[in-house]
C-alpha cells in the first residue's frame, strides 16, 4: 500500500511531466492532475512543491547538472530528471520532510515509473546534492527528527 505522501509526489511527477512535456497554463494542468485531491493541507503541499520547483528551476537544475559527472543532462531520461527535480525541491523548500526520507521516496517513484536503473543513479545524484547543500550551511529543516541537520555548522 502506498502512502498518501508518496500518491502526492506521483501527482506532482505528472503535473510536472506534462509541464514539460507541453508548456501549456500550469494552473490548468495542476486542475486537471490534482483535481480528485480533497484535503486542502495535501493540495497545498502540491502547490508548494510545484511552485517552489518550477520558480527555482535554474538554482535545481544547477545542483543536477553540478554532480553529473561526465553526463550531459540531456542523455538523463525525462522522468528521472523531473524526479531528481522533485527530490532536490522537497530538500530545499518543505521543511518538515527529512532530506533521507525525500529521497528514498524519490527511489521507489523511480522504481516504478522509470528504468532499472534510475533509482540508484538518482540516489547517488541526490545524496552528492545534500552533502553539497549541508557543506554549505543551506539545508532549513524544523520539526522532530530533523534538528541535527539543522544546525549550522560552527567556525
Known amino acids: 500500500m502506498k502512502s498518501?505522501?508518496?500518491?502526492l509526489?506521483?501527482?506532482v511527477l505528472q503535473v510536472l511531466y506534462a509541464y514539460e512535456m507541453d508548456a501549456a497554463g500550469l494552473s490548468d494542468i495542476m486542475?486537471?492532475?490534482l483535481f480528485d485531491i480533497t484535503s486542502d493541507e495535501d493540495k497545498a503541499f502540491c502547490s508548494k512543491l510545484i511552485n517552489s520547483?518550477?520558480?527555482n528551476k535554474k538554482l535545481i537544475e544547477s545542483k543536477?547538472?553540478?554532480?553529473?559527472v561526465n553526463w550531459d543532462v540531456a542523455r538523463i531520461a525525462?522522468?528521472?530528471l523531473i524526479l531528481l527535480k522533485i527530490g532536490v525541491g522537497e530538500i530545499l523548500y518543505i521543511e518538515d520532510i527529512p532530506p533521507k526520507v525525500t529521497i528514498n521516496e524519490i527511489i521507489e517513484i523511480a522504481k516504478e515509473y522509470s528504468t532499472a536503473k534510475s533509482g540508484k543513479f538518482i540516489n547517488g545524484i541526490l545524496d552528492a546534492i545534500l552533502a553539497d547543500i549541508k557543506t554549505g550551511?543551506?539545508?532549513k529543516k524544523?520539526?522532530?527528527g530533523l534538528i541535527e541537520n539543522s544546525i549550522p555548522k560552527q567556525s
Open 142 to 144: 524544523v520539526g522532530r
Open 64 to 68: 543536477i547538472e553540478k554532480r553529473l
Open 4 to 7: 498518501k505522501r508518496r500518491k
Open 53 to 55: 520547483i518550477i520558480a
Open 78 to 80: 525525462v522522468v528521472d
Open 31 to 33: 486542475n486537471d492532475q
Open 9 to 11: 509526489r506521483e501527482k
Open 137 to 139: 550551511g543551506n539545508l
